[in-house]
T-cell receptor
């Protein structure tokens, strides 16, 4: 069965500092990994995905994620945090073949990121 | 280009009632998935529709049912509502090779 774990419920960082939001995964087969962000009273907004290839994936709003197969991790990073980055972040893994339109997402519990001025 | 739209945005029901939530997928998307997000939790997969058929189902009782129409829009129906059904219900659409895009959800409150 597929699953993801986000070990930190909260991450606090000062504006301008680098940020990391952690995610580890468990999959059968090749992983197909995602990061989403959720602002208050809104749905989930896609940030980036890992399918194959380079271990460093670049996404929206300056975010990137590092895929590490040996550690089964997919940590979200940003070199310089902004106050506007404060939100709830979800890591997810998809089952089924990436060549198919089908497949459910398995989400972590989420990590609340707070960036203070 | 409109994204995923859901209606209504908020809904209040009482125990035992039935509810229908609606979703219009992003233009060009043909697959619709529904998720339930309880307060303080990550979204949980309910089911997925493609070509008007339910293709996958999560661990939800038969009280939860759905439908997909030829124009790819979808409905989620919940019968015999329980207090525990109070949650944000999210619709996501996708197509081959594309990530799932989510709507802003319907906030369902059961009294």
């Amino acid at each position: 069965a597929q699953s993801v774990a986000q070990p930190e419920d909260q991450v606090n960082v000062a504006e301008g500092n680098p940020l990391t939001v952690k995610c580890t995964y468990s999959v059968s087969g090749n992983p197909y990994l995602f990061w989403y962000v959720q602002y208050p009273n809104r749905g989930l907004q896609f940030l980036l995905k890992y399918i194959t290839g380079d271990n460093l994936v670049k996404g929206s709003y300056g975010f990137e994620a590092e895929f590490n197969k040996s550690q089964t991790s997919f940590h979200l990073k940003k070199p310089s945090a902004l106050v506007s980055d404060s939100a709830l972040y979800f890591c997810a893994v998809r089952d089924l073949d990436r060549g198919s339109t089908l497949g459910r997402l398995y989400f972590g519990r989420g990590t609340q990121l707070t960036v203070w001025p | 280009d409109a994204g995923v739209t859901q209606s209504p945005t908020h809904l209040i029901k009482t125990r035992g009632q039935q509810v229908t939530l609606r979703c219009s997928p992003k233009s060009g998307h043909d697959t619709v998935s529904w998720y339930q997000q309880a307060l303080g939790q990550g979204p949980q997969f309910i089911f997925q529709y493609y070509e008007e058929e339910e293709r996958q189902r999560g661990n939800f009782p038969d009280r939860f049912s759905g439908h997909q129409y030829p124009n790819y829009s979808s409905e989620l129906n919940v019968n015999a509502l329980l207090l525990g059904d109070s949650a944000l219900y999210l619709c996501a659409s996708s197509s081959l090779g594309q990530p799932q895009h989510f709507g802003d959800g319907t906030r369902l409150s059961i009294l």
